[in-house]
């Protein structure tokens, strides 16, 4: 499975984002998908993770009610919509993907895409 992030970039303090993780080369919809970030000087950290139908998603708390997941087997894409945007936001974003349910450390993926960076300004 190759997987690509896009959709980062540069928005204010409560502005939105929505990232997207497309998968190729495998059937996605069998694949649970986790997101991570990266912020600077600081190890990568699990975000949100959802699991192959779309039913059960989990997210860190500092996320929680602000960052949505959902994806669209169709289309082999996963979505992170991320409202009400905060500069401790700002990171390197990755989405990773592995067999069954979503997990929370990166060392449980197999698949991981390149990163998009999400920065936001106060």
């Known amino acids: 499975v190759q997987l690509q992030a896009y959709g980062g970039g540069l928005v204010q303090a409560g502005g939105s984002l929505r990232l997207s993780c497309t998968a190729s080369?495998?059937?996605?919809?069998?694949?649970?998908t986790g997101w991570f970030r990266r912020a600077p000087g600081k190890g990568r950290v699990f975000v949100a993770g959802i699991d192959e139908n779309g039913i059960s998603t989990s997210y860190r708390d500092s996320v929680k009610g602000r960052f949505t997941l959902s994806r669209d087997n169709a289309k082999n894409t996963v979505y992170l919509r991320m409202n009400s945007l905060r500069p401790e936001d700002t990171a390197v974003y990755s989405c990773?993907?592995?067999?069954?349910?979503?997990?929370?450390?990166?060392?449980?993926?197999?698949?991981w895409g390149q990163g998009t960076q999400v920065t936001v300004s106060s």
């Open positions: 080369g495998r059937t996605f919809r069998s694949y649970a």
């Open positions: 990773a993907a592995r067999s069954g349910s979503y997990r929370y450390s990166t060392s449980e993926y197999d698949y």
